[in-house]
Protein backbone atom coordinates (compact mmCIF):
# COMPACT_ATOMS: atom_id res chain seq x y z
CA UNK A 1 0.00 0.00 0.00
CA UNK A 2 1.42 3.11 -1.18
CA UNK A 3 2.02 6.12 1.43
CA UNK A 4 -0.50 8.02 -0.87
CA UNK A 5 -3.35 5.61 -1.05
CA UNK A 6 -7.04 6.51 -1.37
CA UNK A 7 -8.64 5.49 1.96
CA UNK A 8 -11.87 4.40 1.16
CA UNK A 9 -14.12 2.70 3.48
CA UNK A 10 -17.64 0.31 2.32
CA UNK A 11 -20.34 -0.15 4.86
CA UNK A 12 -22.47 -2.95 4.53
CA UNK A 13 -25.55 -3.14 7.18
CA UNK A 14 -26.40 -6.98 7.40
CA UNK A 15 -28.86 -9.51 8.83
CA UNK A 16 -29.35 -13.05 8.55
CA UNK A 17 -28.29 -13.71 4.65
CA UNK A 18 -24.94 -15.07 5.42
CA UNK A 19 -24.58 -16.59 2.05
CA UNK A 20 -25.77 -14.00 0.28
CA UNK A 21 -23.10 -11.78 2.36
CA UNK A 22 -20.30 -13.80 1.91
CA UNK A 23 -20.82 -13.52 -1.66
CA UNK A 24 -20.90 -9.95 -1.60
CA UNK A 25 -17.64 -10.06 0.22
CA UNK A 26 -16.16 -12.46 -2.69
CA UNK A 27 -17.07 -9.96 -4.83
CA UNK A 28 -15.79 -6.89 -3.50
CA UNK A 29 -12.20 -8.91 -2.95
CA UNK A 30 -11.75 -9.41 -6.72
CA UNK A 31 -12.78 -5.29 -6.89
CA UNK A 32 -9.46 -3.69 -8.12
CA UNK A 33 -7.76 -1.82 -5.34
CA UNK A 34 -4.98 -0.14 -6.82
CA UNK A 35 -3.92 3.16 -4.74
CA UNK A 36 -6.84 2.65 -2.80
CA UNK A 37 -6.66 1.65 0.94
CA UNK A 38 -9.97 0.01 1.36
CA UNK A 39 -11.73 -1.33 4.95
CA UNK A 40 -15.02 -3.18 4.81
CA UNK A 41 -17.19 -2.05 8.21
CA UNK A 42 -19.78 -4.63 8.20
CA UNK A 43 -22.60 -4.08 10.72
CA UNK A 44 -24.11 -7.37 11.83
CA UNK A 45 -27.72 -6.69 13.64
CA UNK A 46 -27.68 -9.52 15.36
CA UNK A 47 -27.65 -12.39 13.26
CA UNK A 48 -28.41 -15.79 14.10
CA UNK A 49 -27.11 -17.83 10.97
CA UNK A 50 -23.43 -17.74 11.83
CA UNK A 51 -23.57 -14.40 9.52
CA UNK A 52 -20.30 -13.07 11.86
CA UNK A 53 -18.48 -16.32 12.30
CA UNK A 54 -18.64 -16.94 8.96
CA UNK A 55 -16.88 -13.62 8.12
CA UNK A 56 -14.28 -13.74 10.70
CA UNK A 57 -13.41 -17.36 9.20
CA UNK A 58 -13.17 -16.40 5.47
CA UNK A 59 -12.53 -12.65 5.65
CA UNK A 60 -10.25 -11.87 8.76
CA UNK A 61 -9.41 -8.25 7.23
CA UNK A 62 -13.40 -7.15 7.80
CA UNK A 63 -14.33 -4.80 10.67
CA UNK A 64 -16.82 -6.43 12.39
CA UNK A 65 -19.78 -4.44 14.05
CA UNK A 66 -22.25 -6.24 16.21
CA UNK A 67 -26.25 -4.98 16.80
CA UNK A 68 -28.27 -6.16 18.70
CA UNK A 69 -31.13 -6.92 16.63
CA UNK A 70 -32.61 -3.33 16.77
CA UNK A 71 -30.13 -0.99 14.10
CA UNK A 72 -32.18 -2.15 11.12
CA UNK A 73 -30.80 -0.45 7.91
CA UNK A 74 -30.83 3.19 8.77
CA UNK A 75 -29.20 2.85 11.99
CA UNK A 76 -26.94 -0.10 10.99
CA UNK A 77 -25.93 2.29 7.79
CA UNK A 78 -24.68 4.73 10.50
CA UNK A 79 -22.84 2.79 12.72
CA UNK A 80 -20.46 1.94 9.89
CA UNK A 81 -20.15 5.08 8.86
CA UNK A 82 -19.35 6.30 12.42
CA UNK A 83 -16.73 3.59 12.30
CA UNK A 84 -15.65 4.71 9.28
CA UNK A 85 -15.25 8.51 9.70
CA UNK A 86 -13.23 7.44 13.06
CA UNK A 87 -10.66 5.57 10.89
CA UNK A 88 -10.35 8.65 8.79
CA UNK A 89 -12.04 7.39 5.12
CA UNK A 90 -11.18 10.31 2.67
CA UNK A 91 -14.58 8.49 1.06
CA UNK A 92 -17.67 6.34 2.45
CA UNK A 93 -18.99 3.57 0.32
CA UNK A 94 -22.48 2.29 1.66
CA UNK A 95 -23.63 -0.67 0.00
CA UNK A 96 -25.81 -3.65 -0.03
CA UNK A 97 -24.69 -6.89 0.95
CA UNK A 98 -27.10 -8.73 -2.06
CA UNK A 99 -25.05 -7.28 -5.13
CA UNK A 100 -22.35 -8.54 -7.41
CA UNK A 101 -19.66 -5.92 -8.16
CA UNK A 102 -17.97 -4.82 -11.19
CA UNK A 103 -14.07 -5.38 -10.55
CA UNK A 104 -13.45 -1.26 -11.73
CA UNK A 105 -16.06 -0.16 -9.57
CA UNK A 106 -13.83 1.57 -6.85
CA UNK A 107 -11.50 3.29 -9.37
CA UNK A 108 -14.49 4.78 -11.90
CA UNK A 109 -16.74 5.98 -8.87
CA UNK A 110 -13.46 7.77 -7.51
CA UNK A 111 -12.54 9.11 -10.64
CA UNK A 112 -16.22 10.38 -11.59
CA UNK A 113 -16.05 12.15 -7.52
CA UNK A 114 -12.55 13.67 -8.38
CA UNK A 115 -13.78 14.94 -11.90
CA UNK A 116 -17.38 16.76 -10.42
CA UNK A 117 -16.87 18.54 -7.17
CA UNK A 118 -18.84 18.51 -4.39
CA UNK A 119 -20.91 15.09 -5.85
CA UNK A 120 -22.13 11.76 -4.50
CA UNK A 121 -21.60 9.52 -6.93
CA UNK A 122 -24.28 5.91 -7.39
CA UNK A 123 -23.17 3.22 -9.43
CA UNK A 124 -25.70 1.91 -12.29
CA UNK A 125 -27.76 -1.14 -10.39
CA UNK A 126 -28.63 -3.91 -13.02
CA UNK A 127 -30.73 -7.01 -11.74
CA UNK A 128 -28.29 -10.17 -11.76
CA UNK A 129 -31.59 -12.11 -12.96
CA UNK A 130 -31.75 -9.55 -16.11
CA UNK A 131 -27.97 -8.26 -16.11
CA UNK A 132 -28.93 -5.42 -18.75
CA UNK A 133 -31.98 -4.02 -17.04
CA UNK A 134 -31.25 -0.76 -14.51
CA UNK A 135 -32.81 -1.15 -11.50
CA UNK A 136 -34.03 1.79 -9.14
CA UNK A 137 -32.13 4.17 -11.04
CA UNK A 138 -33.09 7.67 -12.39
CA UNK A 139 -36.35 8.63 -9.88
CA UNK A 140 -38.47 11.55 -10.80
CA UNK A 141 -40.56 13.27 -8.60
CA UNK A 142 -44.13 13.52 -10.40
CA UNK A 143 -46.52 14.62 -7.86
CA UNK A 144 -49.74 13.70 -9.65
CA UNK A 145 -47.96 10.34 -10.28
CA UNK A 146 -47.82 10.40 -6.22
CA UNK A 147 -44.52 10.60 -5.48
CA UNK A 148 -41.35 9.16 -6.70
CA UNK A 149 -41.49 7.28 -10.10
CA UNK A 150 -38.98 4.80 -11.05
CA UNK A 151 -38.28 4.41 -15.05
CA UNK A 152 -38.61 0.46 -16.00
CA UNK A 153 -37.39 1.47 -19.59
CA UNK A 154 -33.38 1.73 -18.83
CA UNK A 155 -31.01 -1.02 -19.66
CA UNK A 156 -27.22 -0.72 -19.47
CA UNK A 157 -27.11 -0.01 -23.21
CA UNK A 158 -29.54 3.54 -23.10
CA UNK A 159 -28.63 5.33 -20.21
CA UNK A 160 -25.94 7.84 -20.97
CA UNK A 161 -22.23 6.89 -21.88
CA UNK A 162 -21.34 9.49 -18.78
CA UNK A 163 -21.96 10.59 -15.27
CA UNK A 164 -25.34 12.22 -15.26
CA UNK A 165 -27.38 13.80 -12.67
CA UNK A 166 -30.29 12.43 -11.42
CA UNK A 167 -33.43 13.92 -8.64
CA UNK A 168 -32.89 10.84 -6.29
CA UNK A 169 -30.31 8.02 -5.29
CA UNK A 170 -30.95 4.88 -3.28
CA UNK A 171 -28.49 3.91 -0.88
CA UNK A 172 -27.63 0.03 -2.69
CA UNK A 173 -24.07 1.30 -3.76
CA UNK A 174 -23.08 5.18 -3.02
CA UNK A 175 -19.31 6.98 -2.82
CA UNK A 176 -19.76 9.87 -0.48
CA UNK A 177 -16.77 12.46 0.15
CA UNK A 178 -16.47 12.06 3.96
CA UNK A 179 -16.66 16.12 4.02
CA UNK A 180 -19.78 15.60 2.85
CA UNK A 181 -21.10 13.29 5.90
CA UNK A 182 -19.96 16.03 8.51
CA UNK A 183 -21.75 18.73 6.87
CA UNK A 184 -25.09 17.19 6.12
CA UNK A 185 -24.90 14.23 8.72
CA UNK A 186 -25.76 11.07 8.86
CA UNK A 187 -29.12 9.08 7.92
CA UNK A 188 -32.30 9.59 9.91
CA UNK A 189 -32.78 6.72 12.13
CA UNK A 190 -35.20 7.92 14.07
CA UNK A 191 -38.04 8.38 11.61
CA UNK A 192 -36.64 6.12 8.58
CA UNK A 193 -35.51 3.30 10.36
CA UNK A 194 -36.31 -0.06 8.03
CA UNK A 195 -37.26 2.19 4.30
CA UNK A 196 -36.39 5.68 2.86
CA UNK A 197 -33.52 6.11 5.06
CA UNK A 198 -31.30 6.99 1.54
CA UNK A 199 -33.92 9.12 -0.32
CA UNK A 200 -34.73 11.34 2.54
CA UNK A 201 -30.73 11.49 2.85
CA UNK A 202 -30.30 12.46 -0.33
CA UNK A 203 -32.62 14.83 -0.52
CA UNK A 204 -30.91 16.33 2.43
CA UNK A 205 -27.65 16.68 0.25
CA UNK A 206 -29.51 18.35 -2.67
CA UNK A 207 -30.95 20.96 -0.57
CA UNK A 208 -27.29 21.22 0.82
CA UNK A 209 -25.99 22.12 -2.82
CA UNK A 210 -24.59 18.40 -3.29
CA UNK A 211 -25.23 16.81 -6.90
CA UNK A 212 -26.61 13.49 -7.12
CA UNK A 213 -24.73 11.80 -10.15
CA UNK A 214 -24.95 7.99 -11.62
CA UNK A 215 -21.43 6.59 -12.77
CA UNK A 216 -22.62 4.51 -16.06
CA UNK A 217 -19.73 2.33 -16.15
CA UNK A 218 -19.94 1.32 -11.94
CA UNK A 219 -21.59 -1.71 -12.70
CA UNK A 220 -23.20 -3.38 -9.32
CA UNK A 221 -25.52 -6.49 -9.99
CA UNK A 222 -28.49 -6.56 -7.46
CA UNK A 223 -30.70 -9.15 -6.00
CA UNK A 224 -34.26 -8.42 -7.39
CA UNK A 225 -36.64 -7.28 -4.30
CA UNK A 226 -39.35 -9.37 -3.19
CA UNK A 227 -40.31 -6.71 0.07
CA UNK A 228 -42.84 -6.23 0.99
CA UNK A 229 -45.40 -8.18 -0.90
CA UNK A 230 -48.44 -6.11 -2.57
CA UNK A 231 -51.53 -5.23 -0.80
CA UNK A 232 -53.76 -7.31 -2.85
CA UNK A 233 -52.04 -10.29 -1.82
CA UNK A 234 -52.99 -9.57 1.99
CA UNK A 235 -55.87 -10.82 3.70
CA UNK A 236 -58.22 -7.44 4.95
CA UNK A 237 -57.43 -7.99 8.31
CA UNK A 238 -53.74 -7.75 7.22
CA UNK A 239 -54.21 -5.06 5.22
CA UNK A 240 -55.74 -2.73 7.55
CA UNK A 241 -52.81 -3.44 10.17
CA UNK A 242 -50.21 -2.38 7.50
CA UNK A 243 -51.78 0.76 6.35
CA UNK A 244 -52.82 1.49 9.72
CA UNK A 245 -51.11 0.05 12.95
CA UNK A 246 -48.00 -1.62 11.72
CA UNK A 247 -45.30 1.16 11.34
CA UNK A 248 -42.54 -0.02 10.83
CA UNK A 249 -44.23 -1.61 7.52
CA UNK A 250 -43.07 -0.19 4.04
CA UNK A 251 -46.72 0.53 3.14
CA UNK A 252 -47.79 2.09 6.38
CA UNK A 253 -49.80 4.87 5.45
CA UNK A 254 -47.66 6.90 8.49
CA UNK A 255 -44.53 5.97 7.11
CA UNK A 256 -45.72 6.78 3.38
CA UNK A 257 -46.39 10.08 4.43
CA UNK A 258 -43.55 11.02 6.20
CA UNK A 259 -41.39 9.47 3.27
CA UNK A 260 -42.80 12.04 0.97
CA UNK A 261 -42.75 14.99 3.48
CA UNK A 262 -39.07 14.10 4.18
CA UNK A 263 -37.77 14.11 0.41
CA UNK A 264 -40.05 15.56 -1.87
CA UNK A 265 -38.97 18.75 -3.49
CA UNK A 266 -41.21 21.14 -1.24
CA UNK A 267 -43.83 20.33 1.26
CA UNK A 268 -46.50 21.31 -1.38
CA UNK A 269 -45.61 18.93 -3.57
CA UNK A 270 -45.45 16.45 -0.43
CA UNK A 271 -48.79 17.03 0.51
CA UNK A 272 -50.22 16.95 -3.04
CA UNK A 273 -48.51 13.41 -4.07
CA UNK A 274 -49.44 11.75 -0.77
CA UNK A 275 -53.81 12.90 -1.65
CA UNK A 276 -52.78 11.43 -5.11
CA UNK A 277 -51.11 7.84 -3.85
CA UNK A 278 -54.09 7.76 -0.95
CA UNK A 279 -56.34 7.72 -4.18
CA UNK A 280 -54.27 5.25 -6.23
CA UNK A 281 -54.22 3.08 -3.41
CA UNK A 282 -58.37 3.57 -2.96
CA UNK A 283 -58.87 2.54 -6.16
CA UNK A 284 -56.52 -0.44 -6.03
CA UNK A 285 -57.02 -1.88 -2.71
CA UNK A 286 -60.89 -0.28 -1.62
CA UNK A 287 -63.12 -2.80 -2.85
CA UNK A 288 -60.56 -5.74 -1.52
CA UNK A 289 -60.63 -4.48 1.78
CA UNK A 290 -64.86 -4.49 1.73
CA UNK A 291 -64.96 -7.51 0.04
CA UNK A 292 -65.95 -10.47 1.95
CA UNK A 293 -62.30 -12.23 2.55
CA UNK A 294 -60.81 -11.38 5.96
Not at 165 to 177: A, D, F, H, I, Y
Not at 197 to 213: C, I, P, S, Y
Request: charge should be positive; aromatic fraction near 10%; hydrophobic fraction near 40%.
Amino acid sequence: MTENARKVAIVIPVYNRREITLQGLRSLAKVDKTGINVRIFIVDDGSTDGTSDAIRKHFPDVALIQGDGTLHYAAGTNRGIEAALEWGAEFVATMNDDAVFHDQLLQRLIKTADTNPRSIIGGLLLLWDEPHKVFQVGQTWETFKGGWVIPDDLTAFNVPETAFRVECLVGNCLMLPAVSIREVGLMDEKRFPHGWGDAQWMARFAKAGWNLLVEPKAYVWCEPNTYPRPLHEMSRSKILRTLFLDKRHPLNLSRQFTARWESAPSRTKAAASFFVYLTQLAGKTLGFVTSGRK
